[in-house]
């Protein structure tokens, strides 16, 4: 089945350095490929996607990069505040259907 | 725009007894989602409706798990019986278009289930 890997798992850096977390993907006929943020005692919630005909998305301070090759897409934050600090999941979708598959999380954590 | 409501938000229960969650997704959204997402894991999706069919059920173990989705909105989760290793957040999830892969997914803020 698909296998879904994030790198790093927690991250800590110093409020307004930028934050870079991969996603490794295993299915080649994924197309979407969106990021989520989850902050404790909520349900994730998207904050960007991008789709395999694209090979990067930015919205204001938040872009994801694509390597359709490589199968990894990646999530950048710069000028990081402390209200970033949250667990940030990537979730590619399966033979280009509608199911997500969850990688495992990165812990963010922005120190003020 | 109201979100995706869940009830309870936390539920403690003994293994062998039964326990249900409630979802109410966005209104006229036509998918819903039901994920798992056990502590320091990724959610993990087990069953999808849209409308009030199923559209694949393929990771609920339904030895023990049910869904519904009377009338195509509100939704129910059930177990029976319980097991320890079912302890975790189930989050329900809704979105607008027929099961797109790019359409957004909504998600609830969870139920926390704890079995002792």
């Known amino acids: 089945g698909e296998n879904v890997e994030q790198h790093p798992s927690t991250l800590s850096v110093q409020e307004g350095d930028s934050a870079v977390i991969k996603c490794t993907y295993s299915?080649?006929?994924?197309?979407?490929f969106p990021w989520y943020k989850q902050e404790l005692g909520k349900g994730p919630q998207l904050i960007i996607d991008?789709?395999?005909?694209?090979g990067e998305k930015k919205d204001q301070r938040i872009a994801v990069t694509l390597n359709k090759t490589a199968k990894h897409f990646s999530l950048h934050i710069t000028e990081t505040q402390p209200e970033d600090s949250a667990v940030y999941f990537c979730?590619?979708?399966?033979?280009?259907?509608?199911?997500?598959?969850f990688g495992t999380g990165t812990r963010l954590k922005v120190l003020a | 725009e109201a979100g995706v409501a869940q009830s309870p938000r936390y539920k403690i229960i003994e293994k062998r007894q039964s326990v249900a969650f409630w979802c109410n997704p966005i209104s006229g959204h036509a998918t819903l989602y039901w994920y798992q997402q056990i502590l320091g894991q990724g959610p993990k999706l087990l069953i999808q409706f849209q409308n009030n069919g199923v559209v694949d059920d393929s990771q609920l173990p339904k030895d023990r798990f049910s869904a519904e989705r009377l009338k195509g909105v509100d939704s129910t989760l059930k177990i029976q019986p319980a097991k320890l290793e079912d302890s975790a957040v189930y989050l329900c999830?809704?979105?607008?278009?027929?099961?797109?892969?790019?359409?957004?997914?909504?998600f609830g803020p969870g139920t926390r289930l704890t079995v002792l």
């Open positions: 299915d080649s006929a994924s197309n979407y």
């Open positions: 979730a590619p979708n399966t033979s280009g259907t509608y199911k997500y598959i």
């Open positions: 999830a809704s979105s607008l278009a027929p099961g797109r892969p790019q359409d957004t997914q909504y």
């Open positions: 991008i789709r395999s005909n694209v």
